[in-house]
């Protein structure tokens, strides 16, 4: 199991929904999720889009990076991102911030995400949930911030949450409730 840091963003639609199922979904896919920041609320870059909600989840992956990436794209597929300009509006955004402490430079992966150390929308939430020193980077989250500044990154009352178990859709799970209340027995009626 590798520990992996990924950063969600939306600009599109219900944003915070977004971010919720992103967790629903990436949870369905394998990752273990562990840590969930807050949510904030950014300013936008480029500047000609609606403001994103960003956050950042930590967790557990069975697998290669690759896989992982692959696993990101599908469920920003399922929940509506479609080919557009880059860095343009969309109502989900998957990046894999870190891979363990993994160095990957291909053509289809570069992580650490090079980015990192410019952007306050992943520092922001990345230091709620990575307050030692950052993987490969070394440096804390918010001694990159301080060079940065806050970029108008501003916290909401949002709460996402984390799924408890990985596996089971909620429908099952919910039946699963109700056969252990009912003393264990075994129809699922
Ligand atoms: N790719 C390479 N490395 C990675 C990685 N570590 N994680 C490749 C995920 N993907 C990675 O990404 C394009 C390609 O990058 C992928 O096909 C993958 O093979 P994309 O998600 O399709 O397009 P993108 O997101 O527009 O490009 P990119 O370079 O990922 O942009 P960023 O850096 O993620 O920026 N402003 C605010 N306030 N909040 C935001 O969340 N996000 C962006 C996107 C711009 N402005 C924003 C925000
Ligand atoms: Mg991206």
Known sequence: MTRVVVALGSNLGDRAANLQAAIELITAAGVLVDGVSSVWETEPIPADQPAYLNAVVTGKWDG???????????????????????????PIDLDILFFGDEQLD???????????????????????????????????????????????????????????????????????AKRIARGGEVSGR
Do not use: M, N, Y
């Open 64 to 90: 290669d990076a690759h896989r992982l990436l692959a696993a990101l794209k599908q469920v920003e597929q399922a929940l509506g991102r479609r080919p557009e300009r880059r860095w343009g509006p969309r």
């Open 106 to 176: 291909t053509p289809e992966l570069t992580v650490p995400h090079p980015r990192i150390a410019e952007r306050a929308f992943v520092l922001v939430p990345l230091s709620e949930v990575v307050p030692g020193p950052l993987p490969v980077l070394g440096a804390r989250a918010v001694e990159l911030l301080d060079r940065i500044g806050l970029q108008g990154a501003k916290r909401t009352g949002v709460a996402l949450r984390r799924p408890l178990t990985p596996g089971p859709a909620p429908a099952e799970r919910e039946r699963g």
